[in-house]
């Protein structure tokens, strides 16, 4: 199983700020198969970005994603106050098919 | 634009079966999908995401590992919806439960979620 550990656990920025939130694999994922997805308070997560740099339809420019291998980033280039959520990161492929990582919380500061 | 309703017991007893039913809109089961492929997930409170498992169209089913021995997924096409069957539920297994519709191998498409609690 690939196992998925993000970073940092909560993240306290200030509407304005740039925010990087990271995400490394225990082994190599294709980036095909990388997602993140964001989820407020008692709400479903919504897909945010596919295929390691893909967005969504519908979501803002200011999100973007890149890396590949073992090592994926969340980059939200000025962060509004609707961004602060819990963020995941995603794979497909390895047994389990999905597999998601433990989450960022990010807060304001 | 796809919408997905899960329905079913808010209340399951422990070593009873859970049984969820994920209704689709917006378009037929078998077209509608990126893929053709349907998930479920499910998210403990306060805690994070897991996989349960996905279904195509066709009847084709995927299990996480973890739960394969008491989990079945099926769909009905006439009446455009898949279902969740979790057997032997304990405490462990209260969560809220999310139906998805499979993307680029991603998720696209999320319903509301239902909270399902284990308890006598």
């Known amino acids: 199983e690939i196992v998925l550990t993000q970073s940092p656990g909560t993240l306290s920025l200030s509407p304005g700020e740039r925010a990087t939130l990271s995400c490394r694999a225990s082994?190599?994922?294709?980036?095909?198969?990388f997602a993140w997805y964001q989820q407020k308070p008692g709400q479903a997560p919504r897909l945010l970005i596919y295929?390691?740099?893909s967005r969504a339809t519908g979501v803002p420019d200011r999100f973007s994603g890149t890396g590949s291998g073992t090592d994926f980033t969340l980059t939200i280039s000025r962060l509004e106050p609707e961004d602060f959520a819990v963020y995941y990161c995603?794979?497909?492929?390895?047994?389990?098919?999905?597999?998601f990582g433990q989450g960022t919380k990010l807060e304001i500061k | 634009q796809v919408q997905l309703q899960e329905s079913g017991p808010g209340l399951v007893k422990p070593s009873g079966t859970l049984s969820l039913t994920c209704g689709v809109s917006?378009?037929?089961?078998?077209?509608?999908?990126?893929?053709?492929?349907w998930s479920w997930v499910r998210q403990p409170p306060g805690k994070g995401l897991e996989w349960i498992g996905e279904?195509?169209?066709?009847?084709?089913?995927h299990y996480n590992p973890s739960l394969h021995s008491r989990v079945t997924i099926s769909v009905d096409k006439s009446e455009n919806q898949f279902s969740l069957e979790l057997t032997s539920v304990t405490a462990a297994d209260t969560a809220v439960y999310y139906c998805?519709?499979?993307?680029?191998?991603?998720?696209?498409?999320w319903g509301q979620g239902t909270l399902v609690t284990v308890s006598s």
């Open positions: 295929g390691a740099t």
């Open positions: 998805g519709g499979n993307g680029h191998y991603s998720l696209d498409h």
């Open positions: 995603q794979q497909y492929g390895s047994s389990p098919l999905y597999t």
């Open positions: 082994q190599s994922v294709s980036s095909t198969y």
């Open positions: 917006g378009g037929s089961i078998a077209s509608v999908s990126t893929s053709g492929w």
């Open positions: 279904i195509y169209h066709s009847g084709s089913t």
